[in-house]
Each structure stands twice: as structure tokens, then as C-alpha cells.
């Protein structure tokens, strides 16, 4: 038996509604606030990620799928989707039509990591992406948004965070900070902590390591070294979120593991799925145009990992079930069912029918079995008379129906 890679999992049609349920969600949100759907490739050239990410982040390190393909181009498949968006967003020249753009994107990304709860080798996100604005009201309206389409879900648990990341102006002077204040602490951090000490210290401050997070539990925070812009933005960030209503703390511990990120941060956290919390995370991205050789245009954005939205959504319940169950005894029954289930498939409605010729019974049971809002039995005394039963399976009352498609979908309807 061939069986699947690890980390590679099957999303089974038990599991599928809640998926269709996020996805369809997302679409819907996200088009109220006037975002567009953008399909971007899973391989990408691997230069692509590691200008937009950073050489130094675990990611480009350690984890993503990169190989020399028959063309000898070193590829990679996509770990994650704003770098391709931006690029996309630069080849097409989209800013020429608009230098505002709204996009959204859905898909598999793959990276090399030890599989858990949530998070798995290929995962799947959905993300959304706003370019050509500073406005901190457009940082206010993109978390305001993020957090609609989780209360649309019905999810009220996942609760929303933000920190600022400074820019290159004022983040330079923070890092000489905490390399400082780090520097007396290195014997106490992990080895990657220790080894990222020079390229990237800000990741020591959300390190999963219990040695770290006590290391670094009274290191200085970002938001205190902001330059006079950055501190301005993201109090009216704050200020925008408040005049909406839109709830939030500050966490001064949060960083991103890419390095493209400055300014408004943020992730929607959930302490339902251990200590991997974030179930969205995302932030100001103003420089990662340029840097890729587009237009000085700023942008922020989102990612959010759907397996561990899907997590939080397993209680629900997704499947969809037939509107009609036909159950047909004997050969020509079985016959005009076939006819009857195309015919009102064709008119919109969800049908199943028995194919095996089995009892009665045993059909009643697979109608109950699959949820079905009606039965519908034939035999033969109800072929002879044109008519059959229509059982609705939830009250248990019965009519007598003519075998016309159309009169048998009007009462399904009612």
C-alpha cells in the first residue's frame, strides 16, 4: 500500500464542508470591502523569497521546498503568498491602472517543519493584500475586516493584537537595544536564538523556547523606541480601531518571522489550540515593492492558516444533504427514479437515489443515514397510477405526489 507523505494531508469530503464554509465566507467578506480575487502559481523562482522573506528567517533557511528544476532554474514552492502577489502586482503593472489595489488569494503554500496540530508541510492560507495607501485608516479597515470575517464564522475567541515594528528610521536604534540587552543573556537562549543573534535578535522575543521567553521577559520593547511618524501612525491606528469598535491589545512581544514587515503588526491569537496561537497574523509591508524591484508603493497585508480556522470550526457541522432521497422498488422504479433524480437536479435540487435494488428498509435507512429532507417512495402500484409517496423525513408527514418534476420540486420548496 502507497500511502501519503507525512505532512501531506487528504482533505476528506466529511472535512470539506468546513472548508467551502471558510472559503466562501472569506470571498463574501472580503468582496464588501471591495477586495478582488488574484490565483497566483505555486512555484516560484527561489530568488523571489529569499529578497522578500530575508536569508537569515528560518523560513529561506530551514524550511522551504527548493530544487533546480529540468531548465536548471532554482524554483521554490510558494511558503507563503505576498511576496507572489507583489510580484504579480509588479509584472502585470497593476499600479498603472491603480496604484490602490485590493487583492485577495486562497491556496496550498509548503514548508519543511515538524508537523503538529494545525500546521502541516503543505498548509493552506487565505490572505489579502491592500498596496498604494499610508493612511493608517487603511491599517484600521484591513484588521476591521479580518475580524468581521471571523465573527461571520461565528468564531468570537480568536482576539486581535498589534504591535508596532518601527521602519528603517527607528528600528535600527531598537536593534542595537536589544542586541545590547541580549548580548548579557546568551549563555540562557536556545541555539537558534543564539545563532540568530547577529542577522535577526527580534525573533529571540517570540521564541517558543520556555528558556527564552524567561531570558527575554524584561527586554526592551519596539513600541518605546518609535520615531516620531511610526508613533504617530499607530496611535491613529489605535484611534481609527476604537472609533469602529473594533477590540484590540497591544502585545510590545511581537514580531514576525519575515523580515519585510515595518510599522502596524498584528495577529488574531486563540488559546484553543496550544501554544501555537495565531490563527491570522499579517502587517505593514512599505518597502517590499521596491525592494522587489517595483514602484515606491507601501502595503499591508494578511495570512491566515485555514487547517487551524478549520480546527476551531470542528463542532459545527458542514454536510451537505440530499433536499430528496428516491427510494425505488423493482426494475422499472428504478428506472423512472433515475429520470425523476436528473430531472430535479436539473431544477436545483440535491437528489440521491438508490442503485443496488435493496429493501425498502434497507433504503429508508440510507435516507436517514445521508439526512435527507424527503423521501420519495416509488413501487409498482405508484408507477401504475403516475404517484408516489413524499415523505418528509424530519416531521414524518406523507402526501401523495404526481411524478412531474417540477410539482415535486415545489413542494420541496415550500
Not at 30 to 56: C, N
Not at 345 to 361: F, I, N, P, T, W
Not at 370 to 379: E, S, W
Request: hydrophobic share 40%; charged share 25%.
Amino acid at each position: 500500500m502507497i500511502t501519503g507523505i507525512k505532512g501531506f494531508n487528504d482533505i476528506l469530503p466529511v472535512e470539506v464542508g468546513v472548508w467551502q464554509h471558510i472559503e466562501t465566507t472569506a470571498r463574501r467578506v472580503f468582496s464588501r470591502y471591495g477586495f478582488s480575487e488574484i490565483r497566483i502559481p505555486i512555484l516560484e523562482k527561489t530568488e523571489l523569497f529569499a529578497r522578500s522573506i530575508g536569508d537569515a528567517t528560518d523560513i529561506v533557511e530551514k524550511e522551504m521546498y527548493s530544487f533546480v528544476d529540468k531548465g536548471e532554474n532554482q524554483v521554490t514552492m510558494r511558503p507563503e503568498g505576498t511576496a507572489s502577489v507583489m510580484r504579480a502586482y509588479i509584472e502585470h503593472k497593476l499600479y498603472a491602472l491603480d496604484s490602490m489595489a485590493k487583492l485577495y488569494y486562497m491556496g496550498p503554500m509548503f514548508r519543511y517543519e515538524r508537523p503538529q496540530k494545525g500546521r502541516y508541510r503543505q498548509f493552506h492560507q487565505i490572505g489579502a493584500e491592500v498596496t498604494g495607501v499610508n493612511d493608517p485608516k487603511i491599517d484600521a479597515q484591513v484588521l476591521t475586516m479580518l475580524c468581521h470575517f471571523f465573527a461571520e464564522l461565528g468564531l468570537t475567541e480568536p482576539r486581535l493584537q498589534i504591535n508596532s515594528l518601527g521602519c528603517p528610521e527607528c528600528r535600527p536604534r531598537y536593534r542595537e537595544a536589544l542586541k545590547a540587552f541580549l548580548k548579557e543573556r546568551l549563555d540562557r537562549l536556545c541555539e537558534d536564538c543564539q545563532r540568530r543573534y547577529e542577522t535577526n535578535p527580534l525573533r529571540a522575543l517570540d521564541c517558543k523556547s520556555a528558556h527564552c521567553a524567561e531570558a527575554t521577559a524584561d527586554a526592551p520593547a519596539m513600541i518605546d523606541y518609535l520615531c516620531a511618524g511610526c508613533a504617530e501612525h499607530f496611535a491613529a491606528t489605535r484611534g481609527y480601531l476604537e472609533q469602529v469598535g473594533t477590540e484590540y491589545s497591544i502585545n510590545s512581544r511581537m514580531v514576525r518571522g519575515l523580515d519585510y514587515y515595518t510599522r502596524t503588526t498584528f495577529e488574531l491569537v486563540t488559546g484553543l489550540l496550544g501554544a501555537q496561537s495565531a490563527v491570522a497574523a499579517g502587517g505593514r509591508y512599505d518597502g517590499l515593492i521596491a525592494d522587489l524591484g517595483g514602484p515606491a508603493i507601501p502595503g499591508i497585508g494578511f495570512a491566515m492558516g485555514v487547517e487551524r480556522v478549520a480546527l476551531l470550526l470542528k463542532e459545527r457541522e458542514f454536510v451537505v444533504s440530499p433536499d430528496i432521497y428516491i427510494a425505488a422498488m423493482g426494475e422499472e422504479a428504478q428506472s423512472e427514479a433515475f429520470r425523476l433524480m436528473c430531472a430535479l437536479q436539473r431544477l436545483g435540487l440535491a437528489v440521491e437515489m438508490d442503485y443496488d435494488g435493496k429493501s425498502l428498509k434497507s433504503q429508508m435507512r440510507r435516507s436517514d443515514k445521508l439526512k435527507a429532507r424527503f423521501t420519495l417512495i416509488i413501487g409498482g402500484d405508484e408507477l401504475a397510477k403516475r404517484s408516489a409517496m413524499l415523505k418528509a423525513m424530519e416531521s414524518g408527514h406523507q402526501e401523495e405526489v404526481n411524478l412531474v418534476p417540477a410539482a415535486i420540486a415545489l413542494i420541496v420548496a415550500r
